[in-house]
């Protein structure tokens, strides 16, 4: 923000002195961006509700009392940083409608400037009798917060240059916002490293956060100067040119102010452009009149059946995942934007076309088979390997052209084409021509036992234990594991040839290799039972138990198309789940009337709850903690899944960078997924992200990591019961100081000692 926000700041317009309608629309434009501004920053979120337990709710509101403190020292700072050389008494149209109308109420200001309690303040010269101050409209914000802020520090003016002319304002901008604005999302979504520095809201004009430092680590680029990206940017300016509009203010002399930081049909074109979330309200702009209004249940908007025709399924077939093996559509995981393109995250996935699907291992463990002309036969497997490593022959440029086109033109190669590759070249032996060919697919790889390709018990991967007849003691991934990668290989899944094996990861049921392979994991065999038994006693017991069920045992949730026998595939059918409402609507009264549940059912698989996403009651609140928290809204057990940890998923390299800014802010949402790639929730998330850390007793859940379709996905479980009104904490670990943002400060004087 700091930048557009400094761009935006008032500049001498010129030698000439503006006219009257110039200030006006000048002062209008300026008025409602720092409006939507402080209202945006303002926002809380709805969901936050006082609290129950009174002395929570006092210290909750007495932090909260700091923190709009906080805010009033850092605008007075801004304040004293925006202070602008020459000063001149202008009438803004707030006061001049005041003049007008009422010309009690016209502000008398005997000499050098004035403030409001809305905080906005205007400097004027003793020199001009014309006195003015400038007011925010009082009404215009119901409940705000800003009546709390206290003045900011005046300016003391100078006396004007002959001829000259500028504006000043020191209106105290919300420096830390209270609540940082997030996109909410069900699950997370991979992001491309940033090429370019994001817009950092306000850091800029304030001198503790070193911009230059930051802007080094995305080498002086900047995305502000780019088409902007940053959402809570482009909803203000969004929120301003619709406020615009309702004022006679038009596109052009909008941007002839260079008020904001953007012209206004860009801004326009944003908002064509992205799907941004609604400008967030009050929960009291929901009034009619003075009472609240009670929101009611709404049914469900009806989508109407289309008629599918066949260039909606090209349609279809362009949202898929462009990543082999992923078959979400729309997946946001494995593409995204990068520098304006929409592009594939394993782009290494995309076999290139003049890539050969034949592999080094492939030719070696055909070449074992007997040549029908015995030209290769004299030489065991390991000493042709030798040979081409220790001898490589290369040969012509055009001549070993020519064999890597025939080479790629075989989608399998056997004995028979290690033969036509020779007939196409005369001159050379069938030796030769196998040697070239190791060479080409490849220089040195690790060795591959041509015996790998028939597995035998024996020789199997040493991570793979069998344990019972379809469970496999796969490798189970822990927080060293890197991301997953699909393998996508012909041959067996064997180090060196597999990415899966390499990562030790096992094979995924979207992987290239064959169901066969011994590395797949092959899903549960668990049952799931009736509810109700034959004597018609209700059942308690759970199907896919953590000790028994083989997915449990390697950490990953069950999958409805792998387990077929313990109702994973049921549970996850919204018809077929206990929740769902067996009611029907009462439009009289607006609410569900319960009608008697259907007693008969299953009990399914226990093992589904991240897909399922069925959570208990929680809210978000105002925490004695730090800032916001979660809190519980009902009574929850002991090992219940409190909700998903949602983010963008970055690499450490990002996530290093966005520490810088974290460090500033005194607060981080990062959580570190793997030895790859960390979650961030900063700007994307749920309401997990609002989890503050604890320590010993105040512990009350744990977070996880388990893998849903091959994917990691991280989860918090309650440890014990917890009450309804009890904050959500969880240990973030050893390398989490409480006191961060404290240290971060002393550091910072201490900095600022030494350079002295
Ligand atoms: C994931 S956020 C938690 C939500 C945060 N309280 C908010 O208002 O957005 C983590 C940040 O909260 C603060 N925090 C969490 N637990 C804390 C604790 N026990 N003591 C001090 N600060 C804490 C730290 O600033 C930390 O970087």
């Known amino acids: 923000m700091s930048s557009s926000l400094a761009s935006s700041l008032p500049t001498a317009p010129s030698a000439s002195t503006p006219t009257l309608a110039d200030i006006q629309i000048y002062s209008t434009v300026r008025q409602t961006f720092n409006q939507v501004w402080n209202d945006f920053y303002e926002w809380k ?101 800003s009546k709390k802020l206290p003045p900011p520090k005046l300016v003391q003016p100078r006396p004007p240059k002959e001829g000259s002319f500028a504006l000043t304002m020191s209106i105290p901008v919300t420096r830390v916002p209270s609540y940082t604005f997030c996109v909410g999302g069900t699950s997370s979504i991979w992001k491309p490293e940033s090429k370019s520095m994001p817009f950092i809201p306000c850091f800029g004009d304030d001198a503790d956060f070193d911009e230059l430092e930051y802007s080094k680590k995305f080498g002086m680029r900047r995305e502000f100067d780019e088409p902007g990206r940053d ?115 394993y782009s290494d996935h995309v076999r290139p076309e003049e890539e050969s699907s034949v592999s080094r291992s492939t030719v070696l463990s055909l070449l074992n088979g007997s040549c029908p002309n015995n030209c290769h036969s004299p030489y065991t497997l390991s000493e042709l390997e030798i040979m081409s490593i220790k001898s490589p022959r290369k040969w012509p440029e055009a001549e070993r052209e020519m064999l890597k086109s025939l080479l790629f033109e075989l989608d399998n190669l056997d004995c028979r084409s290690v033969c036509v590759l020779r007939e196409a070249h005369p001159n050379r032996t069938c030796l030769e021509v196998v040697l070239e060919t190791l060479s080409i697919l490849g220089s040195v790889e690790p060795s591959v036992s041509p015996a790998a390709h028939e597995p035998d018990p024996l020789t199997r991967p040493t991570t793979l234990a069998k344990t019972k007849s379809k469970s496999f003691r796969i490798p189970i991934p822990t927080a060293k594991h890197n ?63 953590p000790e028994k069920c083989p997915c449990r045992i390697n950490r990953r949730e069950c999958d409805p198309e792998l387990c077929g026998s313990c109702g994973a595939a049921e549970e996850l059918d919204i018809r077929h789940r206990r929740d769902y409402p067996t009611g029907r609507f009462r439009p009289d009264n607006g609410e569900w009337e319960d009608v008697a549940r259907d007693t008969q059912g299953w009990v399914n698989c226990s093992n589904v709850q991240l897909q399922k996403a069925n959570w208990p009651k929680l809210r978000v609140g105002i925490s004695p903690v730090a800032g916001y928290g979660l809190f519980a809204d009902q009574d929850i057990s002991s090992h219940v899944v409190l909700g998903e940890y949602v983010g963008e998923v970055i690499s450490h390299l990002e996530g290093l960078r966005r520490d810088q800014v974290n460090k500033h802010i005194g607060r981080t949402y990062l959580f570190s997924l793997n030895e790859d790639a960390e979650i961030d929730s900063a700007s994307y998330g749920n309401e997990t992200r609002f989890i503050n850390s604890g320590k010993g007793n105040e512990v009350n859940c744990g977070a996880a990591v388990t893998i849903v379709h091959n994917e990691q996905r991280v989860y918090f479980q309650t440890l014990r019961p917890i009450k309804r009104h009890e904050e959500i904490r969880f240990d973030y670990g050893p390398s989490f100081n409480e006191n961060g943002s404290d240290n971060l400060v002393a550091k910072q004087n201490a900095n600022k000692k030494a350079k002295r």
């Open 45 to 145: 979120p709805p969901s936050t509700l006082p609290l129950a337990d009174d002395g929570l709710l006092k210290a909750a509101e007495r932090q909260d009392v700091q923190q709009v403190r906080r805010h009033g020292k850092l605008g007075r700072k801004l304040a004293a940083l925006s202070a602008v050389e020459d000063i001149v008494s202008i009438p803004t149209p707030d006061s001049l409608a005041a003049d007008s109308l009422a010309p009690a109420r016209r502000p008398i200001i005997p000499s050098s400037s004035t403030s409001t309690p809305g905080g906005s303040s205007y400097s004027s010269s003793s020199a001009t009798p014309d006195l003015i101050t400038w007011r925010r409209p009082s009404g215009d914000q119901p409940g705000s917060s």
């Open 483 to 545: 991301s997953f990668d699909e393998c996508d290989h012909t041959g067996p899944c064997v180090a060196g040839e597999c990415k899966c094996a390499n990562t030790d990861w096992p094979c995924g049921r979207n992987c290239g290799c064959p169901p066969s392979c011994m590395r797949r994991h092959q899903g549960c065999q668990c049952k799931r039972a009736p509810r109700y038994s034959s004597t018609g006693v209700k059942r308690t017991q759970r199907v896919c138990l």
């Open 231 to 345: 959402a809570d940017i482009e909803i203000i300016l969004v929120e301003t040119i619709r406020r615009l509009k309702q004022t006679n203010v038009t596109p052009q002399q909008a941007d002839s102010t260079r008020v904001l930081p953007q012209p206004w049909a860009t801004i326009e074109n944003v908002d064509l452009d992205r799907d941004l979330p609604p400008f967030p309200r009050r929960p009291d702009f929901e009034t009619e009149g003075q009472r609240p209004v009670k929101r009611k249940w709404e049914p469900p908007l009806e989508v109407p059946e289309e008629e599918v025709n066949p260039s909606d399924m090209q349609d279809m077939f362009e949202c898929e995942c462009a990543r082999p093996g992923c078959v979400r559509v729309g997946c946001t995981r494995h593409t995204g934007i990068v520098d304006g393109t929409f592009m594939l995250k």
